[in-house]
């Protein structure tokens, strides 16, 4: 299924629901553990404001949102493509498979009909529906990561690697940019690193909304944005990233479409 779009800078901005559930018993942990740092003062109000991202024992309970954006007369965005079928690279940890090709379907878009596919990052859970059946998804778009996020993967090893982005290589479908890339005139790709050291987040106009990755994982960090994240690669920075793009967004009025939290659009 796909929730109800927002027009930002004059394009169709579409959250597509691929998931929502815990993590799976390899990576889940405690919360206060999950997030270092944090007290009981900061779940009891979670709990009280965001009782979406609890489950019944209190478990982090994550939904996992694609962005399609659509701009007038110019190229059809997919930011990140979700958790891809059950044998994809996040089977190990998240609810799979994905639903992004029936919320695609449900939205009227074919794979052959996205120009671009942005990765914020290269995590199973937002690049694994990249490639399926050894060949890309979305057969016309390039795939657009920062170089500093492929050069960390090799560095890695490891799934998205082998079955992600050697299949995208291969194909000729991954386009590794440094920096900022402009994708079409509302539309801008920049670096927002910590969470991984290439991590990136797509701009709408001027900061009017900003695909945000995971910059912003659960809404402890809306609350409080030096909160870390136990699976950060660089938590000082992720939370250095995370303040200046809060402060930005309170600047512009602007809203964050952020993957992870209950509802895909938030104002701070």
Known sequence: MHEKPRIVSGVEVIPLCDAVGPMGEALRRPLDETFPGTRPRHWERMRAEEPASFGPEGEWVLHFHCF????????????????????????????????????????????????????????????????????????NARHVVQEDEVRWVKGEGGAVLEEIVKPLRAAGSLDM?????????????????????????????????????????????????????????????????????????RKSGGVIAAPHLPEPFVSV
């Open 68 to 139: 399609l954006l659509r701009v007038p007369g110019g190229p059809t965005v997919l930011v990140d493509t979700g958790l891809g079928t059950e044998h994809s690279p996040a089977a190990s940890w998240a609810p799979v498979p994905g639903a992004l090709p029936a919320a695609l379907a449900d939205a009227a878009v074919a794979p052959e009909d996205v120009d671009t596919v942005v990765l914020t990052h290269l995590h199973s859970d937002h690049a694994s529906g990249a490639v399926v059946d050894g060949k890309p998804m979305f057969p």
């Open 177 to 249: 940019v440094k920096g900022n890339a402009r994708l079409a005139e509302e539309i801008e790709v920049v670096p927002t690193p910590g969470h991984t050291p290439g991590h990136q987040s797509v701009v709408l106009g001027d900061d009017q909304l900003v695909v945000a990755g995971d910059v912003i994982l659960h809404p402890v960090q809306l609350a409080d944005p030096e909160v870390r994240y136990l699976h950060d690669e660089d938590a000082d920075t992720a939370a250095k990233t995370r303040a200046a793009l809060l402060r930005r967004m």
